[in-house]
């Protein structure tokens, strides 16, 4: 069987879907920051499929900017948690509650 | 086009057999003599004393923070170094000013003290 | 491949970016070197300020070019300087040096004041310049994300204090999940076109089938991502505990600069790249944004925190302003213009005075707290009453003429009952806007209560007066700003 960019829109579309549903279910952030990069993993998929579909270096460019927003991202992420942690000694979304979600 | 790759898989196979094939070899060949002492840690730290899924101390996170940041930065110049001839010295200048931005990202940091341990 | 890869016309494009990329790294090694004592912090914004003036100094240069020979691109076609993007900047040289002139003091009241909050400015500034000029999918991506990532350090700033680490996280989680969905619709849009220059892609959007699913999907993508980024509902949640938790220098930053980036960015998106699609997104945004003006006026009814108020109010603004959009007529474009413009002034306005409230050791952000104001700072008391009256839309204030312009444009297209509704929601806002009025006349007799109390500084003062003189300059006298926003937005979009 052919692998052709359909397939790969079906995936990226899947995980998009996965880390969607992540972010509004999951309680624990660092389960749901890594869900924020599945959304990221997904455009880059798209990004790849369609560079090699259209035999261009457009997506692929586009995509390290994309993996460095992803890395930058995390690091702040993981950065104001930290910050939150000191004070607040969790992690857990449920236990944020000094402001109304 | 598959016919290219073959020294690759030839490659990948001798690479997996390595291990195997010595392993093999050396268990064949030593003499068997197991006993309890042996399995004890020697000179490789100490006993663990508590549960392995313990808390890490939080500057472990802090370490692998500016791991990514700065690991991540050296994809791009790998773009660059694929294109080195052509982009030239335009290629050269340019990525000195993107590393200049990234040192002064790590100067502020030692100046910040974010990579004393203690 | 071209021999200059960078050429001087590009350094020109690029100049107010460079400009803040340069001071903000600047003052990162400055503050790290020379600045030794506590004390001495606010120097910072010295370097700061000096980095507005040199932005605005290009951005004359760049209006002038854009005045005699049209918009111009740079970097092949990835950014470009028009009428639009110049506004924008402007609009980002304002509110960044407002938020600078009252920061100081007030993040010397929180004990929180450092240089990198300066240098955080501007490398949020250098991204929403980006987003204004970007005309490329990728260069408008790095400028958003350049903008937000900034904007969620600054809003977690107090690191102590843990409404602002809540708030930030908040912000990130949710964020960051907007800039996903928005790169998706943006991974989208480079397949269906092979391109990620707007205007090649507007010509592919355009030879699409109505109905195509993948552009269909990219469309939603987009434009759930924006409606998070300009807190529109139902994609508002995370503004309100934002606008709360951020340090208030910091929410009214956010309330107007990013709010007039993103929206920067939507027009860019809606009006080029999927202008052919008007009929399919106009209806949706029209929906949301009658949606947003009824949660964001009715929530802010219930508020008791001023900042929390000033959050729904800022989504319900959010809404009218995308009105203008779906109007989608010159009228309407105008209006958005004016009306962010407007809005710069007169939300910092009423953001510089909630941050005087703030004494160190004292967390003055509630209604009440605002209670008797009048009998200690009466001039002060006018300011606020001038913000709140321009905020509500009466008239001759600053904000009466972006409502005026809106409702103009949408009753052009004939939509009465949009224009209905946007007119019953006003008297709404009236109604909250004058409660915090109203507290600072209020002094209830015998009750032992402390009147409130400002703690002002120079930049404070002189931030209040600007905005009020603004508030009412634009008011008394618009044409010239109105002439001058609807040139900027007309010339590029048309």
New interface residues.
């Given amino acids: 069987m052919e692998v052709t960019t359909a397939h790969y829109l079906v995936l990226s579309t899947l995980l998009l879907f996965i880390g969607t549903v992540g972010i509004l279910t999951r309680r624990n952030i660092i389960v749901i920051l890594m869900s924020v990069e599945l959304i990221l993993n997904a455009v880059n998929i798209n990004l790849i499929a369609f560079s090699s579909a259209l035999q261009q270096i457009h997506g692929q460019v586009f995509s390290i900017f994309v993996i460095t927003d992803a890395a930058a991202e995390a690091a702040v992420g993981l950065g104001i948690l930290i910050a939150l942690f000191r004070n607040k000694e969790t992690i857990h979304a449920d236990e944020i509650d000094l402001l109304r979600w | 086009m598959p016919r290219d790759y073959i020294p690759i898989l030839i490659f990948v196979v001798v690479a997996a057999a390595f291990p195997i094939v010595t392993l093999l070899v050396a268990k064949l060949i030593r003499p068997s003599a197991p006993g309890k002492t042996k399995l004890e840690a020697y000179e490789c730290g100490i006993a663990p004393e508590t549960d392995t899924r313990g808390r890490y101390s ?1 500057r472990f ?2 370490v ?3 791991f ?2 700065f ?3 050296t ?2 110049l790998l ?1 660059w170094a694929i294109q080195f001839d ?2 030239g010295l ?2 050269l200048i ?1 990525m000195l000013v993107f590393l200049a ?1 990234l040192i ?2 790590y ?2 940091l030692f ?2 003290r974010a990579l004393k341990w203690a | 491949m071209d021999a200059i890869l960078f050429s001087a016309a590009d350094f020109h494009v690029l100049k107010p970016v460079i400009l803040l990329c340069l001071f903000g790294c600047g003052i990162l090694i400055t503050d790290a070197f020379l600045i030794r004592n506590r004390a001495d912090r606010w120097k910072n914004a010295i370097p700061a300020l000096a980095a507005q003036v040199a932005v605005a100094a290009s951005l004359v240069q760049h209006l002038g070019d854009v005045r005699s020979g049209g918009a111009f691109s740079g970097l092949n076609g990835s950014m470009q300087v028009d009428g639009f993007a110049v506004f924008f900047n402007w609009l980002f040289v304002l509110a960044a040096s407002l938020a600078i002139v009252i920061s100081a003091r007030y993040m010397g009241a929180e004990g929180e004041h450092r240089g990198e909050f300066y240098a955080l400015l501007l490398f949020a500034q250098a991204g929403m310049s980006v987003m204004a000029a970007g005309y490329d999918l990728v260069v408008l991506f790095i400028g958003l994300e350049t903008m937000a990532l900034s904007f969620y350090v600054l809003v977690g700033f107090l690191r102590d204090t843990r409404r602002s680490n809540e708030a930030a996280l908040k912000y990130l989680i949710l964020g960051a999940f907007s800039s996903g969905l928005l790169a998706y619709g943006f991974s989208i849009l480079y397949g269906i076109s092979g391109s990620t220059n707007l205007g090649e892609i507007a010509k592919a959007v355009a030879a699409r089938s109505e109905g195509d699913l993948a552009l269909f999907l990219a469309l939603i993508t987009c434009s759930v991502g924006l409606l998070f980024k300009i807190a529109a509902a139902p994609f508002h949640m995370w503004a309100p505990d934002v606008y709360e938790g951020a340090p208030t220098p910091v929410t009214a930053y956010v309330s107007v600069a990013s709010k007039a980036a993103s929206f920067a960015l939507m027009l860019r998106i809606f009006l080029t790249a999927f202008e052919s699609a008007a009929e399919a997104w106009m209806p949706l945004l029209g929906a949301i944004a009658l949606v947003t003006m009824t949660i964001g006026n009715f929530a802010a009814v219930t508020q008791t925190n001023v900042k929390r108020m000033l959050a729904y109010s800022s989504i319900a603004h959010a809404g009218y302003i995308l009105l203008g959009l779906v109007a989608g007529n010159e009228t309407g474009l105008r209006g958005v213009a004016v009306y962010l413009l407007a809005y710069v002034f007169m939300n910092y306005g009423a953001f510089a005075l909630v941050a005087a409230l703030r004494r160190e050791g004292e967390a003055a952000e509630d209604i009440d707290d605002f209670n008797g104001l009048y009998h200690r700072a009466p001039g002060y008391t006018i300011l606020l009453a001038i913000f709140m009256l321009s905020l509500t839309g009466i008239p001759p204030l600053a904000g009466f003429y972006g409502k005026y312009f809106i409702f103009l444009a949408i009753l052009r297209e004939g939509y009465y009952l949009v224009a209905v509704f946007a007119a019953i929601y006003v008297a709404v806002s009236a109604f909250y806007y004058f409660r915090l009025i109203r507290a600072c006349w209020l002094l209830e007799e015998g009750e032992q209560q402390k009147p409130a109390q400002l703690d002002m500084n120079f930049g404070t003062r002189a931030a209040l007066v600007a905005c009020a003189l603004l508030t009412l300059l634009i008011g008394i006298y618009p044409q010239p700003f109105i002439d001058l926003a609807g040139e900027s937005v007309l010339a590029a979009l048309r």
Avoid: C, K, S, T
Wanted: proline content about 4%; hydrophobic content about 65%.
């Fill in positions: 939080i996170y802090l692998a923070i500016l990514v940041i690991d991540v930065e994809i791009f773009p052509a982009l335009f290629g340019e931005i002064v990202g100067v502020w100046r910040q």
